[in-house]
């Protein structure tokens, strides 16, 4: 058990609801290893509540915390600085202080990268198709964008979303010369094209656990050598990814983006190295068993 003490300095994350986030365990568990004097708790913070919160804590010293829903992208009026990096993906999910004022950034997209980074390929030939349009597909953009992707297609089953989600990037030459997007019917025409398929919706997560964003069929349609990846981590792997490794592609889960991003996030707080694997192990255990 953890001694807390009037020296013990506090780390957290902001949401509503916060009370399923795994972040905690992860994030208490890299802390124990370190023998850090510190603490992460969750917090929640109701939407109209969210400038209250942030101003209680500079008072009471909060070092950094993170950001989930719904707070991601309204908490950038409340920041003194923002990254380019959350710029480009229009939230933020990491806060610290900075002696002067509140600093944010977005790690989701360093978690999202970190598994394709390891890989030590050149993409700039490569295709990605993304399938989704919210929160979670802006930060694949930006990452897909910084690994270098040739091109980087987009597909939103709703109209106006689709059209939202291009303009917001209109004046960032960087990310439209690579983006377009699609219906869901252009699908089959564009899978044999991909080197990366990345599900960015909630479909297959459990309960769900029967459903897939895509069919076995349609993964037939994809190059021998591309590689299938998943946001989601619960179940795991899900039936997209059954999909996938029974074709023989490589398979990531979103496990590797959660812990990665929980990483990011505790090393610009701490300012030293952190414990991977312990974040990786307390999270597969809390989920898993
Ligand atoms: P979001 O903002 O709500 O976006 C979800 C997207 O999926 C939207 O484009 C939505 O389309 C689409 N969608 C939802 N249901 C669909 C369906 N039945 N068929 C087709 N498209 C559907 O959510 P998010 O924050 O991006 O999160 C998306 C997923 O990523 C979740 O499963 C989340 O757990 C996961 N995630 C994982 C990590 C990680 O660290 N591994 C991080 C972030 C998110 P409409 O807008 O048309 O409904």
Redesign the pocket.
Known sequence: MKLITGKTKLLGIIGSPVEHSLSPVMQNAAIAELGVDYIYVPFPVEKINLKQAIMGFEVIGVQGFNITIPHKQSIMTLLSEVTSTAKMVGAVNTVWYNGAGWKGTNT?VE?FVAPLKEMARDWSQTTAIVL??????RAVVVGLAELGFGSVHII???RQ?LVNFYQTWQNMPKITKLLKVHYPETLPELLPTADLLVN????G?YPHIDAS?VSAELIEQLKPDAIAYD???TPSPTKFLRFASDRGLKAID?LE??VQ?GAAALEIWLQQPVPINTMRNSLKKQLFG
Do not use: E, F, H
């Open positions: 989701d978690g989704g349009n919210g929160g979670a597909a939103g089953r709703d979303k960015t919706t909630p479909v997560m964003p946001l989601i981590y979103g983006m959660l991003q």
